[in-house]
């Protein structure tokens, strides 16, 4: 083990024990790194020990920080997302006591924008489908491959058009493609129609693209009613969270073929994924990983730096998140 | 067989044995069809008998329209190509004759940018990849699925700025990709960047991709040396005709890391594909079908049928191809 410097302010690294810490070659010379996972110690054992004099976090993917966690960590003023999603943040427990919450702003939402309209052209077009058929040495065999359909006839709905909803309309738009959005307010600067209700956004759209906050108002937002008004033809993209959607409700809408296909990037579960899915080939399954280019983690891990770096200047930090 | 309509105007089919005529609906209460595959004669024996007063024919899909074929017509006026491409069709024999021939316009430009965009992402982002990655199993297996790299950092090279090149460019213009092109002659309303020699383009370029027509000219435009100026993490993307690409290089090239990634729609030799091919991560296969959504095989089917209708009004017909 390296010698900690004890000069240097103090971070606590929060993250599950299989994640690397990406970070620590970027802030070990700037900050005494306590890492709980490579302590060997059981987190709260660790933290008992170290916790009482931290003021900063980063979590780690999807390195959780609970309300007990917070508990341990008296003078804790910032925590530091290291993606865009904080739905493993207590959000009310940082409200609670005045902790700072940031996240990456938008260094992602670009990749997450270009996936989600690859997804799309996949699922209509059958992509990932026909190179199957192909590998499989099918093409001499079968002939032709069944007709995809025309993305640019396509009405989109967008679920929740922050900066991922919107550049994935624009994208779209290049496209041909109509657009329409959901999100918490009408947002007057923007000119697509808005619908108040997702199930009314649905119903008047051939594709839904999921892309909002997993918060506890959009939990399963995507529900069994709202899947029947999108009907037969419809598709759902979902490069949010996995519980924006009912997936068991959206496994029995795909296998029944009451809605048209999906592309999938999240799940419930993760890294499981319902194996009913595995032989449909009205889906395109994917590992979580819509946001992830080397250009956007660069990004994202100068905007940790840059917001560790106002906080302990005692400057306001660049991306705080509303808790 | 049904009773041939002996009063209506005489209609050619030339179709490969195992394309289905898929305009016989279409077509059969407007004109007298004379079809050799259905008629189950050798080709040449049908058009000796049948052959003497057919002024027009129609092409059905990659349905060849030789010299030795055009020598069994003699009052032959009209070719009717049912796709954008006319590489099948003997155009140097058209010329001399004076026979028109059309296509169908730009029915199916959209459908094949689309197509190629969703390609050049697939290939970038590790689309198809990682969807047989999940439902093999391997996610909870293997955990992280290896990085993609940004669409939106590339500078994308087309060669061919047609229709379906402009609508490509328009498309990724969105996502912010960088645009330059090849083509016979610089075109004077574009701003992009024009490079006279394809090596040239290559050189300057993450990305190509391949859209012109297929011409003697044409012929193996990406070969070796433009491949190696794209360089090891360049990529191709083809939704032209597999022959623009010297497919023995481009397999050397790919099993070599000599080049990062190639999208494939076409192929030297249909419905072959390399079995090389199969086995690599970094090439997405689709069997020749980026033109097909029943939205624009509708269009193309009415482009068909005004062609005729002009030709057989004395009209000029809507999209002649130049001979």
């Known amino acids: 083990m390296e010698t900690p410097q004890l000069d240097l302010p103090q971070l606590l690294i929060i993250r ?68 865009a999603g904080v739905d493993h943040i207590d959000l009310a427990e940082c409200h609670r006591r005045g902790i700072v919450v940031t996240n990456v702003g938008d260094s992602f939402s670009e990749d997450v924008a270009d996936y989600a309209v690859g997804l799309l052209i996949d699922v209509l077009r059958g992509m990932s489908t026909s190179d199957r058929f192909v590998r499989a040495g099918l093409w001499p065999v079968k ?43 009408k947002k007057p600067s923007v000119h697509y129609p808005y619908y108040s209700s997702v199930r009314e956004l649905a119903a008047n759209c051939d594709v839904l693209i999921v892309c909002c906050a997993l918060t506890n108002e959009t939990y399963h937002i995507i529900n069994k009613d709202v899947m029947k008004a999108l009907g037969k033809q419809g598709v759902i993209i979902n490069v949010g969270r996995g519980c924006l959607i009912d997936e068991k409700e959206l496994v029995q809408f795909l296998v029944q073929g009451e809605i048209g296909g999906a592309g999938l990037d999240v799940f419930e579960d993760e890294p499981n994924v319902p194996k009913e899915l595995y032989g449909l080939d009205n889906v395109v399954l994917s590992p979580h990983k819509a946001v992830a280019t080397p250009e956007s983690l660069a990004l994202a891990r100068q905007m940790v730096l840059d917001n560790l770096q106002a906080f302990f200047s005692d400057k306001p930090v660049l991306t705080p998140v509303k808790v």
């Open 16 to 83: 599950p024990p299989t994640f690397p810490n990406f970070f620590k070659d970027l802030l070990r010379d700037k900050y005494h790194l306590l890492d709980p996972v490579e302590s060997g110690l059981p987190t709260h054992q660790f933290l008992k020990i170290h916790g009482h004099s931290v003021r900063a976090l980063v979590s780690v993917g999807p390195g959780p920080v609970t309300a007990e966690i917070i508990g341990y960590l008296p003078v804790l003023a910032l925590v530091v997302a290291s993606g």
């Open 143 to 185: 002939g032709n491959f069944p007709l995809g359909s025309k993305v640019g006839a396509r009405r989109v709905g967008i679920v929740g058009l922050g900066s991922i909803g919107s550049l994935t309309a624009k994208r779209l738009e290049a496209f041909g493609c109509s657009i329409a959005y959901n999100s918490r307010t």
